[in-house]
């Protein structure tokens, strides 16, 4: 059996930028707290999408629960955010003791459906806020989006963990909502080994989330609080591997293009093989290259048949409103997002993977028909 070929996995440069920066923080013993590398690195990141600020943070779970924080989304308030995503989008609602309220996707885009959005609006018109994903890298319907949130006067979050270097129209995702975050998780096509963002261009808000993300500590010599706290910073260490990664996006996301292009020469073709959408305002990260089926070849028999060769697939994410936790909220849609799970598979993406693991793939899967 051949070597395992992973789904995405940490991609350190091969210049070693990373341990540069990180060696520089053990130098001078700027381990912990904060410290050069972090507040660079949200310079640097907020230089990279053309946002105005930026809080690095232990997580982009962190960030978006102090995105709904920062929106003043509290206990009881509704809050609209897309099934078909990880489950990290929608627990920071449950943190804030608010309600979500799940909005299925399209095929144009696989991610938020405008209409239904739009039926949502008029069904919850007391909503707080809005969470949109770019899922797999893939931009959301934005200037639909944008404006149903401008017209109801509704705070926008984007949760663009999957989507860093994806531009929709030119314009980079996570800057066209109110409040955008990134993820820096072992999988991502960056990684910091854990780790996120917020970004915004409200500049006080961000330094109002990094006053939270430190405990709410008050400026006075003794330890005084008058607000809820977290301990949710990003360390020195941390942020060093981030400045090294965020010198090799563009390589990455040259790579997740490449081999998502393959894919789709080698197996386009195939009875019942349907890619994701490549939309022309859209400038895709490609984070994972996926693919739906019909009846010919199950997800089940593609994934089976790949990890008997050592090789690792997915499904696409388990809509939010089949999820046991989370059922029990309002769903508005049809069966989009259903179909995208029963019928997707999520190809190993890895920026590491060489020709010869991509020819491995695509003849094991050609070998399914
Ligand atoms: C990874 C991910 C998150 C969470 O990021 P963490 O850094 O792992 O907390 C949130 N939303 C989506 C869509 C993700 O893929």
């Known amino acids: 059996m051949g070597d395992r070929i992973f789904l995405s996995s940490p991609h350190m440069s091969d210049e070693g930028y990373e341990m540069e920066y990180v060696k520089e923080a053990f130098d001078t013993n700027w381990i912990a707290p904060l410290g050069e590398n972090v507040n660079e690195f949200e310079n640097e990141l907020t230089t990279k999408v053309g946002s105005n600020a930026a809080a690095a943070l232990s997580s982009g779970t962190a960030a978006?629960?102090?995105?709904?924080?920062?929106?003043?989304?509290?206990?009881?308030?509704?809050?609209?955010?897309?099934?078909?995503?990880?489950?990290?989008?929608?627990?920071?609602?449950?943190?804030?003791?608010?309600?979500?309220?799940?909005?299925?996707?399209?095929?144009?885009?696989?991610?938020?459906?405008?209409?239904?959005?739009?039926?949502?609006?008029?069904?919850?018109p007391e909503v707080k806020a809005v969470i949109v994903v770019h899922l797999y890298g893939l931009s959301a319907d934005m200037d639909k989006i944008v404006e149903l949130c401008k017209k109801h006067d509704v705070i926008l979050i984007e949760?663009?963990?999957?989507?860093?270097?994806?531009?929709?129209?030119?314009?980079?995702?996570?800057?066209?909502?109110?409040?955008?975050?990134?993820?820096?998780?072992?999988?991502?096509?960056?990684?910091?080994?854990?780790?996120?963002?917020?970004?915004?261009?409200?500049?006080?808000?961000i330094d109002k989330a990094r006053f939270w993300a430190t405990q709410s500590r008050d400026t006075a010599r003794h330890y005084q609080h008058s607000e809820l706290g977290f301990n949710y910073r990003m360390s020195n260490v941390v942020a060093g591997i981030g400045r090294g990664q965020l010198k090799v996006l563009d390589q990455r996301v040259k790579k997740k293009r490449y081999i998502f292009?393959?894919?789709?020469?080698?197996?386009?073709?195939?009875?019942?093989?349907?890619?994701?959408?490549?939309?022309?305002?859209?400038?895709?990260?490609?984070?994972?290259?996926?693919?739906t089926l019909s009846e010919e070849v199950r997800p089940l028999d593609m994934m089976k048949a790949l990890e008997n060769e050592n090789i690792e697939a997915r499904p696409i994410w388990k809509p939010m409103h089949m999820q046991p936790f989370f059922e029990k909220y309002d769903f508005v849609g049809t069966d989009v997002s259903e179909k995208l799970f029963e019928n997707g598979v999520c190809l190993p993406s890895d920026t590491k993977m060489t020709e010869g693991d991509l020819k491995r793939v695509v003849e094991i899967i050609k070998g399914l028909w």
């Open 159 to 205: 949760d663009a963990a999957e989507s860093l270097g994806t531009y929709y129209k030119g314009k980079h995702t996570g800057t066209f909502g109110d409040y955008g975050i990134f993820s820096f998780n072992g999988n991502k096509i960056i990684t910091t080994s854990g780790g996120g963002m917020l970004v915004s261009d409200n500049e006080e808000r």
């Open 64 to 124: 978006i629960h102090l995105a709904l924080r920062a929106a003043g989304v509290g206990e009881g308030d509704i809050v609209f955010c897309p099934t078909l995503t990880f489950s990290a989008t929608a627990n920071p609602i449950i943190y804030q003791n608010a309600i979500p309220v799940f909005i299925d996707s399209d095929y144009i885009t696989w991610n938020m459906c405008p209409k239904a959005l739009e039926e949502a609006f008029k069904k919850y």
């Open 261 to 291: 292009e393959c894919y789709k020469r080698e197996l386009g073709g195939l009875n019942g093989v349907q890619f994701m959408p490549s939309n022309k305002w859209d400038e895709s990260n490609y984070w994972l290259s996926c693919l």
